[in-house]
């Protein structure tokens, strides 16, 4: 393997795991040609994942009927958080769905059948995606809990959480209803350290809609890419989009070592790629921000070990985050794509929109955050 990344197209070849550094291998070729019928750029093979991916012009966005909430009533956190999210975001009762989950890190696929027939059978055709109220859960074995309900739960990938895992027909889209389109509901988790950095979080997302959409006679704001000196966590460097300024959407991009993260003002969008982001002193966000670093365990959120988590951009500020919650090693599919998860943001698309589209490998992916976030969105 080569510091840019892994070989793309076939899969029997050995890949970094970030957790050791050690080389790990797949053990088997995969052919990642897409399904019958599928569209060229659902495609993740090495022809659509390189910095000059083409980004689809979105269809409209997300809104806040378009979304179900799921509040786990054994857990207080979820009872409080959800109730929260809930008022902010005006809900309907019908968008609720409240069922009592055990209060761990991870269900077995059993426990997660129930949540899946649950979700099934309470929400409709018009629920085009879902926020749970909750830290955990946040994984179903090897899959994260967003990942499984999204697209299925996925048993074979435990065998070798390193192997290539099925491709998202989300990735890359312009699609603003998922459910009737594609027949999935991306999710989210509305996770944060303490109940009150939830509602923060939840606070974060209002404030930030349409806060950006018009972009003359403001400041710009600033999007991130950080170099570092970790060989396994850095690949996504090879997918920075150019710096300079995005015009349309008054975004300056520009990359710089990680130390500059918190002396960037007015920060919306931070890329890294390393076992702890240096979050302290915390960056100056604006309301909407997303952030996130390549690791192995960032979406494992109750035991990292020793690795910085998705939580701790949410302490941080940022309103959106990723992470992992298995070893993944480093292929570029498994993590969020920079200038997708930027480009489809500053169209209009909301925080979960952006992040689920920039994942063309998504089962381990924990997606946190305020999902309907859309600081870049026109009333």
Same mark, same amino acid.
């Given at each position: 393997? *080569?510091?840019? /990344? *892994?070989?793309?197209?076939?899969?029997?070849?050995?890949?970094?795991?970030?957790?050791? /550094?050690?080389? &790990?291998? *797949?053990?088997?070729?995969?052919?990642?040609?897409?399904?019958?019928?599928?569209?060229? !750029?659902?495609?993740?093979?090495? &022809?659509?994942?390189? =910095?000059?991916? &083409? $980004?689809?012009?979105?269809?409209?966005?997300?809104?806040?009927?378009?979304?179900?909430l799921v509040i786990n009533s054994a857990d207080p956190y979820s009872v409080q958080v959800g109730e929260h999210y809930a008022r902010a975001r005006a809900l309907a009762p019908a968008q609720v769905l409240r069922l009592a989950l055990p209060l761990r890190a991870t269900l077995t696929r059993q426990e997660f059948e129930h949540l899946r027939r649950a979700v099934a059978a309470h929400f409709g055709r018009d629920t085009q995606a879902l926020a749970l109220a909750w830290v955990a859960p946040h994984a179903v074995e090897c899959n994260s809990i967003t990942g499984a309900l999204t697209l299925g739960f996925d048993g074979n990938l435990c065998r070798n959480t390193c192997a290539a895992s099925r491709p998202s027909p989300y990735f890359n889209t312009a699609s603003a209803r998922p459910f009737s389109e594609l027949g999935l509901r991306p999710s989210m988790l509305l996770a944060a350290a303490s109940v009150e950095q939830a509602r923060a979080l939840i606070d974060r997302g209002v404030a930030s809609d349409a806060a950006l959409a018009a972009p003359a006679g403001r400041p710009p704001v600033h999007a991130l890419m950080l170099a570092t000196g970790d060989v396994a966590r850095r690949v996504r460097m090879a997918l920075y989009p150019a710096t300079g300024l995005?015009?349309? =959407?008054? $975004?300056?991009?520009? +990359?710089?070592?990680?130390? =500059?993260?918190?002396? +960037? @003002?007015?920060?919306?969008? &931070?890329? *890294?790629?390393? $076992?702890?982001? @240096?979050? +302290? @002193?915390?960056?100056?966000? $604006? @309301?909407?921000?997303?952030?996130? !670093?390549? +690791?192995?365990?960032?979406?494992?959120?109750a035991d990292a070990r020793g690795q910085g988590t998705a939580l701790d951009w949410i302490a941080s500020g940022a309103t959106a985050s990723h992470g992992t919650v298995s070893e993944p090693c480093n292929h570029l599919q498994k993590f969020p794509h920079p200038q997708v998860l930027l480009r489809q943001y500053v169209q209009g698309s909301t925080a979960i929109e952006a992040y689920w589209k920039s994942v063309a490998w998504p089962q381990q992916s924990l997606f946190v955050g305020e999902p309907l976030a859309a600081p870049f969105a026109r009333r």
């Open positions: 393997m *080569t510091e840019s /990344g *892994t070989a793309f197209r076939k899969f029997g070849v050995c890949a970094l795991a970030l957790a050791g /550094g050690l080389a &790990a291998c *797949t053990g088997v070729e995969l052919d990642l040609a897409p399904p019958a019928g599928a569209a060229a !750029h659902r495609m993740p093979a090495r &022809a659509q994942m390189d =910095a000059g991916l &083409a $980004v689809p012009r979105i269809a409209g966005r997300l809104r806040a009927d378009d979304i179900g995005l015009r349309e =959407a008054n $975004v300056a991009v520009g +990359t710089a070592p990680e130390a =500059a993260l918190a002396a +960037t @003002p007015r920060l919306l969008l &931070a890329i *890294t790629g390393s $076992v702890r982001a @240096p979050l +302290t @002193p915390p960056p100056q966000w $604006v @309301p909407g921000g997303l952030g996130d !670093h390549l +690791t192995s365990y960032g979406g494992s959120l």
